[in-house]
Protein backbone atom coordinates (compact mmCIF):
# COMPACT_ATOMS: atom_id res chain seq x y z
CA UNK A 1 0.00 0.00 0.00
CA UNK A 2 0.66 3.39 -0.68
CA UNK A 3 2.02 5.97 2.08
CA UNK A 4 1.21 9.92 2.00
CA UNK A 5 4.17 10.38 0.01
CA UNK A 6 3.23 10.08 -3.76
CA UNK A 7 5.03 6.39 -4.13
CA UNK A 8 4.08 4.82 -7.46
CA UNK A 9 3.13 1.59 -8.24
CA UNK A 10 5.41 -1.46 -9.24
CA UNK A 11 5.09 -2.44 -12.90
CA UNK A 12 3.43 -6.05 -12.94
CA UNK A 13 1.58 -5.36 -9.56
CA UNK A 14 -2.04 -5.50 -9.55
CA UNK A 15 -3.97 -2.59 -8.29
CA UNK A 16 -7.64 -1.81 -8.03
CA UNK A 17 -8.70 1.18 -9.36
CA UNK A 18 -12.03 3.78 -10.69
CA UNK A 19 -12.57 4.66 -14.20
CA UNK A 20 -13.24 8.37 -14.17
CA UNK A 21 -13.35 8.91 -18.44
CA UNK A 22 -13.86 7.59 -21.05
CA UNK A 23 -12.02 8.25 -24.43
CA UNK A 24 -12.06 6.76 -27.84
CA UNK A 25 -8.25 5.67 -27.01
CA UNK A 26 -8.69 4.31 -23.86
CA UNK A 27 -9.96 5.31 -20.20
CA UNK A 28 -8.31 7.65 -17.42
CA UNK A 29 -8.87 5.68 -14.12
CA UNK A 30 -7.70 6.63 -10.76
CA UNK A 31 -5.59 4.20 -8.57
CA UNK A 32 -7.50 3.40 -5.45
CA UNK A 33 -4.69 2.24 -3.00
CA UNK A 34 -2.33 5.22 -4.25
CA UNK A 35 -4.10 8.17 -3.43
CA UNK A 36 -5.97 8.44 -6.30
CA UNK A 37 -3.02 8.66 -8.74
CA UNK A 38 -4.22 9.03 -12.31
CA UNK A 39 -3.46 6.10 -14.90
CA UNK A 40 -4.57 4.89 -18.31
CA UNK A 41 -6.07 2.30 -20.01
CA UNK A 42 -5.29 2.04 -23.71
CA UNK A 43 -8.12 0.44 -25.66
CA UNK A 44 -5.61 -2.19 -26.97
CA UNK A 45 -4.88 -3.30 -23.02
CA UNK A 46 -8.67 -3.64 -22.54
CA UNK A 47 -9.86 -6.81 -23.80
CA UNK A 48 -8.26 -9.01 -26.49
CA UNK A 49 -8.78 -8.55 -29.90
CA UNK A 50 -9.94 -5.57 -31.23
CA UNK A 51 -12.24 -3.05 -29.16
CA UNK A 52 -14.66 -1.03 -31.35
CA UNK A 53 -16.38 1.04 -28.13
CA UNK A 54 -14.65 1.29 -24.63
CA UNK A 55 -17.69 1.58 -22.92
CA UNK A 56 -19.15 -1.66 -23.87
CA UNK A 57 -16.23 -2.67 -21.17
CA UNK A 58 -15.75 -0.52 -18.81
CA UNK A 59 -18.29 2.36 -17.37
CA UNK A 60 -17.29 5.65 -15.25
CA UNK A 61 -17.05 5.17 -11.83
CA UNK A 62 -16.58 1.52 -12.18
CA UNK A 63 -13.89 -0.52 -10.34
CA UNK A 64 -11.40 -2.68 -12.10
CA UNK A 65 -8.72 -4.80 -10.93
CA UNK A 66 -5.64 -3.93 -13.47
CA UNK A 67 -2.33 -5.08 -14.03
CA UNK A 68 0.62 -2.09 -14.00
CA UNK A 69 2.16 -2.46 -17.91
CA UNK A 70 4.26 0.94 -17.55
CA UNK A 71 5.58 3.73 -15.07
CA UNK A 72 7.40 6.48 -15.83
CA UNK A 73 8.52 8.16 -12.29
CA UNK A 74 9.55 11.76 -13.83
CA UNK A 75 5.88 12.58 -15.57
CA UNK A 76 4.10 10.08 -12.90
CA UNK A 77 2.44 8.42 -15.78
CA UNK A 78 1.28 5.15 -15.15
CA UNK A 79 0.22 2.58 -18.12
CA UNK A 80 -2.35 -0.07 -16.89
CA UNK A 81 -3.97 -3.30 -18.28
CA UNK A 82 -7.21 -5.24 -18.10
CA UNK A 83 -7.11 -7.95 -20.56
CA UNK A 84 -3.83 -8.77 -18.87
CA UNK A 85 -5.43 -9.92 -15.23
CA UNK A 86 -6.25 -13.37 -14.91
CA UNK A 87 -9.39 -14.20 -13.09
CA UNK A 88 -7.07 -15.58 -10.66
CA UNK A 89 -5.31 -12.29 -10.01
CA UNK A 90 -9.01 -11.04 -9.93
CA UNK A 91 -9.83 -13.06 -7.44
CA UNK A 92 -6.89 -12.71 -5.25
CA UNK A 93 -7.01 -9.05 -5.32
CA UNK A 94 -10.65 -8.54 -4.22
CA UNK A 95 -10.08 -10.95 -1.28
CA UNK A 96 -7.20 -8.96 0.12
CA UNK A 97 -8.48 -5.94 -0.26
CA UNK A 98 -12.08 -7.23 1.56
CA UNK A 99 -9.56 -8.47 4.32
CA UNK A 100 -7.79 -4.96 5.19
CA UNK A 101 -11.18 -3.54 4.81
CA UNK A 102 -12.37 -5.82 7.66
CA UNK A 103 -9.48 -5.46 9.86
CA UNK A 104 -9.49 -1.78 10.06
CA UNK A 105 -13.50 -2.16 10.46
CA UNK A 106 -12.66 -5.03 13.48
CA UNK A 107 -9.52 -2.29 14.41
CA UNK A 108 -12.10 1.07 14.75
CA UNK A 109 -14.15 -1.59 16.67
CA UNK A 110 -11.68 -2.19 18.98
CA UNK A 111 -10.67 1.49 19.48
CA UNK A 112 -14.37 2.42 20.17
CA UNK A 113 -14.72 -0.49 22.67
CA UNK A 114 -11.99 0.16 24.49
CA UNK A 115 -11.75 3.71 24.23
CA UNK A 116 -8.26 3.72 22.73
CA UNK A 117 -6.60 7.02 21.80
CA UNK A 118 -4.82 7.18 17.98
CA UNK A 119 -1.12 6.31 19.47
CA UNK A 120 -2.81 3.24 21.22
CA UNK A 121 -4.16 1.97 18.41
CA UNK A 122 -1.00 1.69 16.09
CA UNK A 123 0.71 0.53 19.05
CA UNK A 124 -2.03 -2.50 18.56
CA UNK A 125 -1.31 -2.05 14.71
CA UNK A 126 1.94 -2.30 14.60
CA UNK A 127 2.12 -5.39 17.13
CA UNK A 128 -0.48 -7.47 14.59
CA UNK A 129 1.96 -6.21 11.78
CA UNK A 130 5.62 -7.92 13.47
CA UNK A 131 3.26 -11.25 13.09
CA UNK A 132 0.70 -11.35 10.77
CA UNK A 133 0.08 -9.85 7.13
CA UNK A 134 -3.51 -8.53 7.65
CA UNK A 135 -5.10 -7.48 10.55
CA UNK A 136 -8.04 -9.80 9.78
CA UNK A 137 -5.69 -12.52 10.20
CA UNK A 138 -4.43 -11.94 13.91
CA UNK A 139 -8.55 -11.56 14.46
CA UNK A 140 -9.55 -14.74 12.78
CA UNK A 141 -6.28 -16.35 14.69
CA UNK A 142 -7.67 -15.28 17.97
CA UNK A 143 -11.06 -16.68 17.43
CA UNK A 144 -9.82 -19.97 16.07
CA UNK A 145 -7.42 -20.62 18.98
Known sequence: M?????????IGEIVIATI???????AYVTLDEYNSMQGFLHISEIAPGWVR???????EG?????????VNPNRS????SLKQVS???????LLEVKRIEKGQTLLQAVKDTAALSDKELE?????IFSKYDFVYDAFFDVVTK
Open 87 to 93: KEQQKKK
Open 53 to 59: SVNKFVR
Open 77 to 80: EIDL
Open 2 to 10: ATESQELPE
Open 62 to 70: EKKVLLVKK
Open 123 to 127: KLEDA
Open 20 to 26: TKLTDHG
